[in-house]
């Protein structure tokens, strides 16, 4: 019944690596979106995507970069992964604009880099 | 952009009623939103209200919207271990697909 799915839930690197966070949702979903979350600063939006191919950057790109290749698959890109990228990172997803809905939520990442 | 504000941390003995608050400031939202996490889980949408309403009831949980005063509340009633949680409000401006989100209220429920 899992309709948001984060391929790891853990994952530890080393600063400077390059880091694919991947996320793919089976609800035939328009909008897509990254967010860290961190101890009170609640979420903060990455990157978001409202069509394959599109992006936008949210409130904190910098460091990030992201791929929509396939309706499904949003993926979040760490070019060179730093120690103050340590988070927990949420992947979302919506149908439309509008929608009463809201996101539909993976289970979240927590990513550490050493 | 939009914020919302919400306080960070509630204390509740196990069967009192939980009310959580949160104050949004984009009076255009369409929607408004309660999710509830879970230690070490995605977010949940618990539940959502429109706008043009001044309460929902659903269960346990009561939300009630002062458009006026841009609050909205989460009340749960009888509150139970499994509760305990980080609940986020957050806001959908009209027209827009972005979820504002407040930094969240942990809530710790003690018996």
């Known amino acids: 019944d899992v309709k948001v799915t984060q391929s790891s839930r853990y994952l530890v690197k080393r600063t400077g690596e390059k880091v694919f966070l991947e996320c793919v949702q089976d609800?035939?979903?328009?909008?897509m979106f990254w967010y860290r979350q961190d101890p009170g600063l609640g979420l903060r939006l990455i990157y978001f995507s409202y069509d394959v191919k599109m992006k936008e950057k949210g409130d904190i790109p910098e460091g990030y970069s992201v791929s929509r290749e396939k309706k499904e698959r949003f993926s979040l890109i760490l070019e060179s992964a730093s120690t103050n990228q340590t988070s927990m990172y949420l992947c979302a997803s919506s149908f439309s604009r509008g929608s009463p809905y809201g996101y539909t939520f993976g289970s979240g990442t927590r990513l550490t880099v050493v | 952009g939009e914020d919302v504000e919400q306080s960070l941390f509630l204390s509740v003995r196990e069967g009192d009623s939980s009310v959580i608050n949160c104050t949004y400031t984009?009076?255009?939202?369409?929607?408004l939103y309660w999710y509830k996490q879970e230690p070490g889980a995605g977010l949940q949408l618990l539940t959502y209200?429109?706008?043009?309403?001044d309460m929902k009831q659903d269960q346990r949980l009561t939300v009630l919207l002062n458009k006026k005063d841009k609050h909205l509340s989460l009340r749960i009633a009888d509150t139970q271990t499994g509760d305990s949680a980080i609940y986020f409000c957050a806001e959908i401006p009209r027209g827009d697909y972005k979820l504002s989100f407040g930094a969240g209220t942990t809530v710790t429920v003690r018996a």
């Open positions: 209200i429109f706008s043009n309403m």
């Open positions: 609800m035939d979903h328009e909008n």
């Open positions: 984009d009076s255009s939202s369409t929607y």
